[in-house]
């Protein structure tokens, strides 16, 4: 067994028989004593040593123990002091006022005894011992967690993902560092895909592990039942199952959909959950919540419970539906008035983003507008999901780039080439190419950190227009400010603005070398989390 520490002091007193009383009441190796006459030279010997605690005197020539104990602050605002005093204090407790205005400063008369002066000393060491592990535990703590929400993040699919002819767009953001919300997707055959929302109630580290729980039973199912039997009451009575076989506490507001594109036909149960907003953007208009059926309980919140067929609907889709999933966390976050957003306010941002379609940047430019208008109070998890056909239309490309130097480097290769055969300009190809090539790079070495490419993505549209080219990069890198002042070829429009570039080049931004590329470039960042930079480059 390991012997404790022996505990430091610095001991400050203008009496020497007091500093040397001290020493003899606090004998090696339990205690090693520092004696030091006044308070000058215990400030120059605690900035080179370390010291577990100090014991001033109050009463000394020239800088008193309470002045002292001020210009220790000034160093250190945790180390435990004891103040050692014969004085009486007066009718009103001014002195023990001022002594106890410091939540780490302890009082002891100097008629002490050496049991006393030991107890108090370890008693005090003990109660900072304790903090601190209760300070490093806590802190592992937060570590672990962190590691979770990294690890959930895994757990989530991508922000933007292509699926053949299929686009899936998702944004969600933990109320805590830790989720109990979830998404999973799962494409059962070619243009039809099984999507599952649910949201776990609480929050915070058992709502997450429920969650984890959950996903890993709903993937082990899937993988063992046979696609004619996956509907969406099959689905939630396995929930129902595994939800009471664990005995957890937790319930789950739910919603299972088959969508099937081929055919533009949604299946769907909801359990609890909100109904799915479906806009149109050739209509401008969403179908209402009313053509949806209610559905049941949420899952797991009365034993027993049992989903029907019957309580399974049918939705015909429009053929450019855009179909947004979502958890209660978005209608819950409030202003600081205290109001709800409500889910008014999430149609009408629907249909006033997505009219040209879902891009994607959409479902966090919508988060981004209740954040502008006051909405930042957040008390839940918040989960927006968003499912399309993905069709363009001519001269309209999109990709997706995992931020590694091969793959950026075969991208840039077929950006040239693609570039050559819609404009055949081979120095507006080649422009094209350095564009990418620098500025991808920077995503993935500044931006991203150069983050494992597996997990991250960079998302390229291109767009030919009859006398431009207009380039969309989406990124979910760090913020950076681009400086960007006036775009032109000259280079001379905004001196500051050039200058503040080319610094930011030796850091491999490259960012004057864009300006004299393009017409124009303009950054935004959307929810504080995607970046979206739009270059304009004319032909001539």
Not at 85 to 91: H, L, P, Q, S, Y
Not at 323 to 333: A, E, K, M, P, W
Not at 432 to 438: G, K, N, Q, T
Request: hydrophobic content about 40%.
């Amino acid at each position: 067994m390991e012997a404790s520490p022996s505990i430091k002091i610095l001991a400050v007193d203008d009496d020497s028989f007091m500093r040397q009383l001290i020493a003899r009441c606090l004998p090696e190796p339990d205690f090693i004593v520092t004696p030091c006459p006044n308070a000058m030279e215990a400030m120059a010997i605690f900035k080179e040593k370390h010291f577990d605690l100090l014991i001033l005197d109050i009463m000394m020539p020239g800088i008193s123990g309470l002045q002292l104990r001020s210009l220790i602050r000034q160093e250190n605002s945790t180390i435990p002091i004891m103040l050692l005093t014969a004085k009486v204090d007066d009718a009103e407790g001014s002195l023990l006022k001022e002594i106890s205005s410091d939540k780490n400063t302890y009082y002891q008369n100097k008629k002490f005894t050496k049991s006393e002066l030991q107890s108090l000393v370890k008693s005090i060491m003990g109660r900072v011992w304790q903090a601190k592990q209760e300070k490093d535990y806590f802190i592992e703590m937060e570590n672990d967690i962190s590691l979770a929400g990294e690890i959930q993040k895994h757990m989530f699919p991508h922000w933007w993902t292509l699926d053949g002819g299929i686009q899936f767009c998702h944004y969600f953001r933990p109320y805590m560092k830790i989720t109990g919300d979830m998404i999973s997707h799962f494409k059962l055959e070619e243009g039809v895909f099984l999507e599952i929302i649910g949201d776990i109630s609480g929050h915070g580290i058992q709502s997450a592990l429920t969650m984890a729980a959950v996903e890993s039973s709903i993937s082990n199912y899937i993988r063992k039942t046979l696609l004619s039997d996956i509907q969406p009451h099959h689905i939630l009575n396995h929930l129902q199952a595994f939800m009471e076989d664990i005995s957890t506490e937790k319930y789950m507001t739910c919603l299972v959909a088959i969508v099937d594109f081929n055919v533009n036909m949604m299946t769907y149960q909801l359990a609890g959950h909100q109904a799915p907003i479906i806009f149109s953007p050739s209509q401008n208009k969403t179908i209402p919540t009313k053509d949806f059926k209610t559905g049941s309980l949420p899952v797991a919140l009365l034993k027993g419970t049992v989903y029907n067929e019957s309580d399974t609907g049918t939705i015909q889709l429009p053929d450019d539906a855009i179909i947004f999933l979502y958890t209660d966390g978005l209608g819950d976050i409030r202003d600081d008035t205290g109001e709800n957003a409500g889910e008014d306010l999430l149609q009408q941002l629907i249909s006033s983003i997505s009219h040209e379609g879902l891009r994607p940047s959409t479902n966090f430019k919508i988060v981004d507008i209740y954040f502008k208008a006051g909405y930042t109070n957040i008390n839940d998890d918040i989960t927006l999901t968003a499912i399309s056909k993905h069709t363009l239309p001519p001269g309209n490309y999109d990709f997706s780039i995992s931020p590694s130097v091969d793959e950026i480097d075969k991208f840039v290769q077929k950006a040239n080439s693609l570039v050559f055969e819609q404009t055949h300009d081979e120095i507006l190809a080649g422009k094209v190419e350095i564009l990418f090539s620098e500025f991808l790079n920077n995503i993935a070495i500044h931006g991203l950190g150069q983050r494992n490419a597996k997990r991250p993505i960079i998302s390229v549209h291109i767009e030919f227009h009859e006398e431009d080219i207009m380039i969309v990069v989406c990124d979910q890198g760090k913020a950076w400010d681009m400086q960007l002042g006036e775009t032109s070829n000259t280079l001379t429009d905004n001196f500051f603005s050039d200058l503040k570039n080319r610094r930011l080049e030796f850091h491999g931004r490259g960012l004057h070398l864009l300006k004299s590329i393009s017409k124009s470039i303009t950054r935004s960042r959307y929810a504080d989390t995607l970046n979206e930079t739009i270059f304009l480059i004319n032909y001539k």
